[in-house]
């Protein structure tokens, strides 16, 4: 069994993620081989993560899906592999109002050591209190160590390293800023790891820095053994025994743990793409994830094979997000143009005037697709502009158990909303 450490920070924008593919890619150069799993709802970083590695990565979403599925994700996560790296989600304490699933939470469920990312630009002493109040603020969770990100010069170095010294906090690493290593981003984060033409060279760029100017030996010295079993527990049945998946980039929000859950349970996945204008295969049921179709919102307008096979497809369709935008009437785009979709469920979805809806979401079935509450959780900017009559597809709260009213619609054989499903609710 592999061992394991977290990668950490104290506030979004640290750096964890550039840390962390450059510390991936340089242990593999290394000839480890090296597994990662991303921490909370993230469709983009594990993208990048398989980039580093050549492994797939999976996500770990101690709120959405409990301590049970989160060990056993990461028991096979861990096979065959020398070292599991999870990378954080926002600071290593923030996570939903009222419930379990920061970072923090993760690594204690998982018993895993945390390396703490930190950006040093515009600080020296003032580290120390930092570090140090994070070191402190929770007895079950371990900071092994401190990378410095964004360290002006050998002078602000040694300031750094004096005040942490005096703490007894554990330097593993200093980086420099490096402007050239920058992830563009888009409204929902980073640009997809496929649409990157440079990839690998930022990639290898990150690794020589990193190799460059942390202690890899410490790294490896500051994971421990992971102890897991894998106990097999329900993530989430598959919407039938033969589906068909929507995969492209325009249709890319797909979690790797629920593909393999109903790979387990004996389903049957057929991929098309709609972009390529591609008729979706027959199956019991379709699945048109999330992704940003909004971006090709013209080209899938035209595509008929695609639009045709969707509203001639037999068996259950459901879509989430992006999906569920496809599945209605109209897709009004950042530049107020309409374009027509396949107009199986009554609604209009608008980019014209953006507003962030984002949040998890505990959600409970008024009409399927699935049974039992499950989890997941909404972001994005498009709003709902025109809905006509069709049944309520969820019963919507947050994660504090705040009502948020119902959420997405059924028509016939035909359901979707803009929640993106993780796993059924722990104890649900």
């Known amino acids: 069994m592999a061992k394991g450490l977290v990668i950490a920070a104290p506030h ?14 340089a242990l593999r150069n290394r000839g480890l ?26 996500n770990l979403d101690h709120w959405a899906m409990g301590e049970a599925v989160t060990r056993s994700l990461a028991t096979a996560q861990a096979r065959d592999a020398d070292l599991l790296i999870v990378e954080g989600v926002m600071g290593l304490f923030d996570g939903p109002q009222g419930a379990p699933g920061s970072t923090a939470d993760l690594a204690a469920a998982l018993g895993l050591p945390v390396l703490l990312v930190v950006d040093a630009a515009r600080q020296s002493g003032s580290v120390a209190a930092l570090v140090q109040g994070f070191q402190n603020f929770r007895a079950d969770v371990h ?4 990378i410095l990100n964004r360290v002006s010069s050998d002078r602000h170095e040694g300031m750094l390293r004096e005040a942490l010294s005096a703490i007894g906090a554990k ?36 690794a020589s820095g990193v190799a460059r100017e942390t202690f890899l030996d410490n790294i490896l010295e500051s994971t421990v053994s992971l ?3 894998d106990s097999n527990p329900q993530i989430l049945p598959p919407l039938a025994q033969s589906v068909t998946v929507a995969k492209d980039v325009a249709f890319s929000f797909i979690y790797a743990h629920l593909l393999e859950a109903w790979r387990k349970a004996g389903a049957e996945l057929k991929f098309f793409s709609p972009l390529a204008d591609e008729a979706p295969p027959q199956a019991d049921a379709l699945f048109l994830p999330g992704g940003y179709p ?16 969707l509203r001639a497809f037999k068996g259950v369709i459901y879509g989430e997000c992006g999906g569920y935008m496809v ?6 785009d950042k530049d107020g143009q309409r374009h027509a979709m396949a107009g199986l469920l009554p609604v209009t979805t608008s980019f014209a005037k953006r507003k962030l809806h984002l949040g998890y979401r505990q959600l409970k079935s008024w009409n399927g697709p699935w049974s039992m509450p499950v989890r997941g959780h909404e972001f994005h900017y498009s709003t709902l502009v025109s809905e006509g009559q069709a049944p309520a597809l969820f019963e919507a709260k947050d994660a504090a158990g705040n009502d948020l009213g119902v959420m997405g619609h059924k028509l016939g054989n035909v359901m979707g909303s803009y929640a993106h499903v993780i ?4 104890n649900g």
């Open 12 to 25: 979004s924008g640290s750096g964890k993620t550039l840390v962390t593919l450059g510390l991936l890619r």
């Open 33 to 58: 081989k090296v597994s990662s799993a991303k921490a909370g709802p993230d469709y983009i970083d594990p993208g990048f993560h398989a980039a580093a590695t050549g492994r797939p990565c999976i």
């Open 143 to 146: 900071v092994t160590g401190v």
């Open 171 to 206: 330097v593993i690493g200093a980086l420099r800023q490096i402007d050239s290593l920058n992830i563009p981003s888009r409204h929902l984060g980073l640009v997809q790891a496929q649409e990157n033409q440079e990839l690998e060279s930022f990639i290898e760029s990150a």
């Open 227 to 229: 102890n897991f079993t």
């Open 294 to 309: 909004e971006l090709h919102a013209g080209k899938l307008a035209a595509n008929n094979r695609f639009l045709d096979g």
């Open 327 to 332: 599945l209605g009437d109209g897709l009004i």
């Open 423 to 426: 796993s059924v609710a722990p």
